[in-house]
């Protein structure tokens, strides 16, 4: 059975692109109870708070899982707390999730084709 070309399917090629703002941070121990994942929210959230901008960093703690993502406002905050933070965490920038990489195509499909509406509608003024 050949292997079907998967580069047509929507977002498959925008999913391995690097999240802007997000961080992933690995080789954290695994935690079982909801008070361990809210203790190490708290821990996270206050580690990157200086980087966070007016809404501080929002952690996303899975449960039973060795690794956190941390979520900052702008690009510019991700990089300085991923060059400062890097000898406290084993730090990396998220990849976009297929649901995110979707999210971008659209948007950025729907911005062309808004372009394409305004340069005719223009065309007639």
Known sequence: MAKADPSGVPGFAAK??????KLFISGLSRIATQAEVDERRAELERAFRKYGGNHGAIAIVP???????????????????????????????????????????RAAAEAAANDGQKKESSDWD
């Open 63 to 105: 449960k039973d899982k060795a690794y956190a993502f941390i979520e900052l406002d702008t690009e510019r905050q991700a990089d300085l707390a991923l060059q400062e933070m890097q000898d406290k965490y084993r730090l990396n920038r998220a990849r976009l999730s297929r649901h995110e990489a979707l999210q971008e195509e």
């Open 16 to 21: 391995h692109l690097l999240h802007p703002r």
